[in-house]
């Protein structure tokens, strides 16, 4: 599988936006993962949010609760991230990624599919 991200940009502080992650195809495993990082200038990649594709269940980081909000087109092998109140500090490349698991455990080396990234930059 090959997951292709897109919808980064330029964006002001409180504004939203939303980032699209395609896969080639759906994964085969039977269960998987799929999530959202972040990585910001000198700064370690840091998880975002996760949804397991079977249940729905969900993670969300501390710092963007209740502001993002992952969502899911199983149809379309879609997983979505929507961004509200955007602030200074939520600028990042951010990438999605897929693991096969069951389990919402947000470690990055456990995700073994990712997408090329992009660029979020929020202006204040």
């Known amino acids: 599988v090959q997951l292709q991200a897109s919808g980064g940009g330029l964006v002001q502080t409180g504004d939203s936006q939303r980032l699209s992650c395609a896969a080639s195809?759906?994964?085969?495993?039977?269960?998987?993962?799929m999530g959202w990082f972040r990585q910001g200038p000198g700064q370690e990649r840091e998880p975002v949010t996760g949804?397991?594709?079977?249940?729905?269940?969900?993670f969300v980081a501390d710092s963007v609760k209740g502001r993002f909000t992952i969502s899911r087109d199983s149809a379309k092998n879609m997983v979505y991230l929507q961004m509200n109140s955007l602030k200074p500090e939520d600028t990042a490349v951010y990438y999605c990624a897929t693991k096969p698991d069951w389990g919402l455990l947000m470690s990055a080396d456990r995700f073994s599919v990712w997408g090329q990234g992009t660029q979020v930059t929020v202006s204040s």
């Open positions: 195809r759906r994964p085969s495993f039977s269960g998987y993962v």
């Open positions: 949804i397991a594709w079977s249940s729905g269940s969900t």
